[in-house]
């Protein structure tokens, strides 16, 4: 059996082996955030444009301005100010952060640093050549690559944007990710269940975490535990970019997942992983489609989604596979697991740095949601341990909506 990182693996390396090309959209720049640039973009003019003070102060010649020098204030210029004159030796003009130095100038005094009467200004330091403003074109030269095709868009890329005039930016157009729930006993949730009914949590949860992970998904419903009812829905899921199934893989006699997926053709990578909760997970393909049939115990969807779902998002939609958000944390109690598998076990953590601290929350088994909504993390307990104790350090899974 695969471990969580051979399975997340394969899923990277089945999905970096069928790159194809991909749809793209033109977007406004205000509404890229998540998206993936499918463009190259360049800066339309040096930056910065000017010579920008990054000071309030006194533009000098820095060999005029020595401690206990006095020189004669001729203007000011503020930010926005069009900057024709050239400064005169002897002389200094007051000036305004992002304003620009005019000409001749080459530093740029703080005023904390002088001391003015009228319109004499005196120096109380040696101002330096070069001091507290940036110089034209130093950040980036005219026709610059500042952002590359298959760069997630996050609020600074778009601000990089922004910068050069890209009102609209060419993205891929997201991965539309087909969400089917399966089982007799699942109802939609504005309905109210009979006593052995369940409400549909998981395509909720699903559409959640498909849209995190940057896909739109395609809500399908629920398909019953027959064999012509998976197949039709199945198909019809097949049609989107890729394919997620929540319950019916295990080894009950009405888990019928994979046997249809079978029958429809599809080949599998895998069908089981050491972990816990999540262990039935399957991945596979059917004819040019991703399918993943996850474990339909709500903890166990979640977990899975996260592991192995995620990365195939950011790869159908042009970009890498992002790491697994894992950070380490201090155990607040002892912890006794089975080993043989990785667990992953619902937990709080709080605090900051070598105080970060965690506790696993009580639960009953992966079906329980209840005990997942206090949970902002999952402790990893690898197949090797059985006992952790206080204190110890351990790795944590963050969940990504609250990171
Ligand atoms: P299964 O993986 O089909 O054996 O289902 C395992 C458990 O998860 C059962 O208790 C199901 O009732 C529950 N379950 C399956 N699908 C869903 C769903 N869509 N929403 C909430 N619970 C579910
Ligand atoms: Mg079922």
Redesign the pocket.
């Known amino acids: 059996m695969l471990t969580y990182e051979q399975a997340r693996q394969k899923v990277i390396e089945q999905l970096t082996e069928n790159k194809g090309p991909r749809a793209t959209e033109q977007v406004r720049v205000g509404d890229a955030l998540g998206f993936v640039l499918a463009e190259e973009m360049k800066t339309d003019r040096e930056y910065p444009p000017f010579n920008r003070a990054t000071r309030d102060g006194y533009a000098v010649i820095a060999a005029d301005a020595k401690a206990g020098s006095t020189l004669k204030c001729t203007g000011e210029i503020k930010a926005g100010d069009r900057v024709t004159k050239e400064l005169q030796v002897k002389t200094c003009v007051q000036i305004m952060t992002g304003a620009a130095v005019p000409s001749g100038a080459d530093a740029v005094v703080m005023i904390e640093h002088t001391k003015r009467d009228g319109d004499q200004v005196r120096f109380e330091r040696d101002a330096v050549a070069g001091q507290n403003f940036v110089p034209q074109g130093s950040e980036a030269r005219t026709g610059q690559t500042i952002l590359t095709p298959g760069t997630r868009l996050g609020y600074a890329e778009l601000a990089s944007a922004a910068q050069v005039g890209a009102a609209e930016l060419k993205c891929a157009s997201k991965p539309r990710v087909a969400i089917l729930?399966?089982?007799d006993?699942?109802v939609p949730v504005d309905t109210i269940p009979g006593q052995f009914q369940?409400?549909?949590?998981?395509?909720v949860s699903l559409a959640a975490q498909v849209r995190l992970a940057g896909g739109t998904p395609v809500l399908l419903g629920?398909a019953m535990?027959r064999e012509d009812d998976l197949a039709s829905k199945i198909r019809r899921g097949l049609q989107e970019d890729l394919l997620v199934l929540?319950?019916?893989?295990?080894m009950?006699k009405?888990?019928l997942v994979e046997k249809v997926l079978m029958e429809i053709g599809a080949e599998f990578y895998f069908d089981a992983v050491a972990i816990r909760p999540g262990k039935?997970a399957v991945f596979g393909k059917c004819g040019e489609k991703f399918i993943f049939g996850l474990?339909?115990?709500?903890v166990?969807?979640m977990v899975t989604f996260e592991l192995f779902v995620a990365p195939a998002v950011d790869l159908l939609s042009g970009t890498d596979a992002r790491a697994l958000p894992i950070i380490e944390a201090r155990l607040g109690e002892a912890l006794n697991e089975k080993p043989g598998v990785t667990h992953f076990l619902p937990a709080h953590m709080q605090g900051q740095g070598a105080a970060r601290e965690v506790r696993v929350l009580k639960w009953q088994g992966?079906?329980d949601?209840s005990a997942l909504s206090n949970a902002n993390c999952f402790v990893i307990v690898p197949a090797t341990l059985e006992k952790i104790g206080a204190g110890e350090r351990v790795e944590v899974m963050v969940r990504r909506d609250l990171l």
Request: without cysteine.
């Open positions: 729930s399966t089982g006993e699942i369940i409400r549909n949590s998981n395509s629920n535990d929540s319950g019916g893989v295990s009950g009405y888990d039935p474990p339909g115990n709500p166990s969807t992966s079906g949601v």
